[in-house]
């Protein structure tokens, strides 16, 4: 059965590989109008079509895409003259060959023209989101704030996402999901993704694609979707860039910077960015009681770190013919950091002798990774929107924690010092073939593909002796998961609809090995996963969406990781190396409308699985409280996404949030526990432009209590402003932003139900911050160079958490 299904596939790609259809007199050619700079659609273009060298034969209005489809004779020259207010002309002139169904001309990029656009007042905005049929895209180029905020800021505002009380970004209400980075998975965007999105310059992002409803050509992986974010490219012959600088107080200063040279058939780009992340001293504690009110555990201490984070993108591009183009992409990413803790712990005892001793705890971890890209691609001669495709990518994940336990002031008690270290990452190759096949009245698109993967953990511990909690010294832990999988799906249209469906086969076979214990895991499992996507445009109403489809949650290295954190010794965090998959079932339903001055969108979404990954909390045999992931129980959302955006002038006002329903249920030692409630956020920005390059503006948060299975934290207000100025005939801009000027701190609280206890962790931040922003842009560019759109999106490969 195995055999016959890979060679139903590769012998699929194959024939697709050859197919033309010949005895066609009638062309269909296709074409986008771009703008140069920042590559955005331009939707006012006209286009005179002349054939061969007599007069106008006909005028062409581009759609509000930018796009233009026509018919047109074979075997026949034709001339494209290519006019829009506020850019120079562009005149391309083409053969259609008899053999061509369809011909694709790529990417026209027209120049703007500096005097015309100095007599001419354009009034307006290019519409900031653009539907897709899986999601939607949302221009961070042409959000009014992208040059005085980071990416996090932005993403507060973009349709499908919010984000909640902890700055954690969610889509549909959680945080399952997958970040993309030019359609490659973003490793420095796991575990952590907030403090690297602050450091990521909206400047330098040209989109962000909400995929909200994958189709089967995208991996399983990611519950409630992808998040693409495409970052800028110069397409034309000559060089640009962006230099920022900012410093965020008290947390420090950050630098960033983005070049990109084009020469002939060679573009190479890179990215970079460093934010130090220093902070100061902060409370944080937990407070432990039984079900009858006696306090069990009282520790309360500060906190204070010092790290940064720092982040490097390579992309390179060769255009080896009008067919056939390779792609290589390079990503660092090392996020150093070092934190003391010190507590001052009370704990209940039997009689009048409590225990009391101080804990110093300092903690050393690094995070970074290695990413490598290779991509070739074909397009058909006969069939310019035909692609095949051929992706090889390498992942390396490296990742250091050691913690050092001190303790002092010992009262009826005897502690004992130690320390531990825990190396821990993932090796992963990767390999994908691709097929996209355009018919006349559907689209085919097949592939294949290999994940080889293999973490591993390594940990030690030294001074600590008759632990029921870490038996033995040393750890060694490897875990290889390999997954093969197939896809196929098909679009067209039919009744008026816009349909896309298909399905995707996976087989997985996971090895682990632990070398201390002699022990072995060894099991496969295979999952057919369908997906079904339909659309109904209405022309003055809007847009209609319906989908249907099923993802796999699947745990990763910091969730199988053995290693047993005790760096706080009363509150002790551990993996589990015997979960599995959990598979949800996803039905979206979207209603959306855009128009000129303003956009907006509603959807609705429902998940559920009843064996999902949750972390469960309890009280060891020795008054040790421990926390560890779980395949224990199901879990139930349903709620709505909703957004708002208006623009005209010199006013913009967006509103966005998402409000949801959430039922879980699972067990803890045996005993049944379940939790329930709503949850949501809403998110409000205006912004008033002034004369002379000033820039108003104001956003305004709130976000209720998050649940988990046992437990919620609390709500949390947000108000920021900022005012900037545009400098140096715009090329370059300053601002100044405080962020809740109200209060000092904020006190994050996190309260845990265990039955036979009850338990609340609270942590303080910084809420009142100020910063100060400053970027520069740069470049020349030449005019005459263009390019087929042939972005290689490898957005099967999967992140971890």
Not at 150 to 176: A, Q, Y
Not at 241 to 250: E, V
Not at 580 to 600: C, E, I, Q, R
Request: glycine residues 8%; positive net charge; proline residues 3%.
């Amino acid at each position: 059965m195995k055999s016959f299904l890979w060679c139903l596939i590769f012998t699929s790609l194959f024939i697709f590989r050859g197919l033309g259809v010949k005895g066609q007199s009638i062309t269909t050619v296709r074409l986008s109008i771009l703008d140069s700079i920042d590559h955005t659609e331009i939707s006012t273009a006209v286009i005179k079509l002349y054939e061969g060298d007599i007069k106008a034969v006909d005028s062409i209005f581009v759609d509000s895409k930018g796009l233009i489809t026509t018919q047109l004779i074979s075997e026949r020259n034709y001339r494209f003259v290519i006019t829009a207010v506020g850019y120079q002309t562009y005149v391309k002139t083409f053969t259609i060959p008899f053999s061509d169904v369809i011909l694709n001309l790529g990417n026209i990029y027209l120049v703007r023209d500096s005097k015309i656009l100095n007599e001419v007042v354009i009034k307006g905005s290019r519409p900031l989101v653009k539907p897709t049929i899986e999601g939607l895209e949302y221009s961070v180029s042409d959000d009014p704030e992208n040059t005085t905020k980071n990416l996090l800021d932005i993403l507060k505002k973009v349709p499908l996402l919010s984000v909640n009380n902890n700055e954690k970004v969610l889509m549909k209400g959680s945080t399952d999901f997958k970040f993309y980075i030019n359609g490659r998975p973003a490793q420095s965007l796991q575990g952590n993704p907030e403090s690297v999105l602050k450091s990521m310059p909206a400047s330098s992002i040209k989109k962000v694609e909400i995929i909200s409803h994958p189709s089967s050509r995208y991996d399983a992986e990611g519950v409630n979707g992808i998040v693409n974010i495409i970052t800028k490219k110069n397409l034309n012959n000559g060089y640009s860039g962006t230099i920022g600088a900012s410093y965020d107080y008290p947390i420090g200063p950050g630098l960033n910077g983005a070049l990109s040279i084009r020469r002939g058939k060679i573009a190479i780009s890179e990215s970079a960015g460093y934010n130090r992340q220093h902070q100061p001293d902060l409370s944080q504690g937990t407070i432990q009681d039984n079900v009858q009110g006696f306090q069990l555990i009282n520790q309360y201490g500060t906190k204070k770190s010092r790290g940064y984070y720092m982040f490097s993108t390579t992309d390179i591009s060769i255009d080896i013919d009008t067919l056939n183009l390779l792609t290589a992409s390079f990503t660092y990413y090392n996020f150093p950091d070092r934190t003391t803790s010190i507590f001052n712990n009370i704990l209940a005892s039997p009689g009048n002798l409590w225990p009391l001793y101080n804990e110093l705890i300092d903690r050393t971890l690094k995070l970074g990774n290695k990413n490598l890209s290779l991509n070739y691609q074909n397009r058909f001669k006969k069939n310019k929107d035909a692609t095949l495709t051929a992706s090889y990518n390498y992942l390396r994940l490296n990742n250091y924690q050691s913690n050092v336990i001190t303790y002092s002031g010992e009262q009826n008690t005897n502690q004992q010092n130690y320390s531990q270290e825990n190396t821990f990452g993932m090796n992963e190759h990767t390999g994908q073939i691709d097929l996209s096949y355009p018919f006349k009245k559907w689209h085919v698109e097949g592939g294949t593909k290999g994940i080889f993967r293999s973490n591993f953990s390594e940990s030690n511990q030294n001074g600590l002796t008759n632990s029921t909690i870490t038996p033995v010294n040393t750890n060694s832990y490897i875990h290889q998961q390999n997954i093969l999988s197939i896809y196929n799906s098909y679009s067209f249209k039919l009744f008026s609809l816009d349909w896309k469906a298909g399905g995707r086969l996976e087989k997985t076979n996971e090895k682990a090995i632990f070398m201390s214990e002699d022990k072995k895991l060894d099991f496969d499992y295979t999952n057919f996963l369908p997906s079904f996507i339909l659309q109904k445009n209405y022309k003055k109403l809007g847009t209609l969406n319906l989908s249907y489809n099923q993802r796999i949650q699947r745990p990763g290295i910091f969730q199988l990781n053995p290693y047993v954190d005790i760096s706080n010794s009363l509150f002790v965090s551990t993996g589990n190396v015997n979960l599995k998959p959990a598979k949800y079932h996803n039905v979206d339903f979207t209603y959306s409308k855009y128009g000129k001055s303003s956009t907006l969108s509603s959807s609705l979404f429902f998940n559920f699985t009843n064996y999902s990954i949750q972390y469960v909390t309890y009280i060891h045999q020795d008054s040790i409280t421990i926390s560890h992931p779980t395949n224990s129980g199901k879990v139930r959302r349903i709620g709505d996404n909703f957004n708002y955006n208006f623009s005209k002038g010199r006013t913009n006002i967006n509103l966005n949030g998402q409000i949801s329903y959430l039922y879980f249920s699972g067990e803890q030692l045996g005993e049944d526990i379940s939790n329930s409630g709503f949850t949501g956020n809403i998110y409000v920005y205006i912004g008033y432009s002034l004369n002379k390059g000033y820039r108003l503006s104001l956003n305004l948060g709130y976000s209720t209590r998050d649940l988990s299975l046992q437990g919620y934290n609390n709500e949390r207000y947000i108000t920021s402003a900022s005012i900037s100025k545009s400098l140096f005939d715009k090329k370059a801009k300053i601002s100044l932003t405080v962020n809740n000027p109200w209060t000092r701190y904020y006190r994050n609280k996190t309260t845990i139900n265990g039955g036979d206890f009850r338990q609340t962790n609270f942590s303080d931040s910084f809420n009142r911050t100020f910063s100060v922003n400053f970027y520069y842009n740069f470049g020349r560019l030449q005019n005459g160079v263009k390019q087929n759109d042939r972005i290689i999106i490898n957005d099967d490969l999967k992140n971890k958490k």
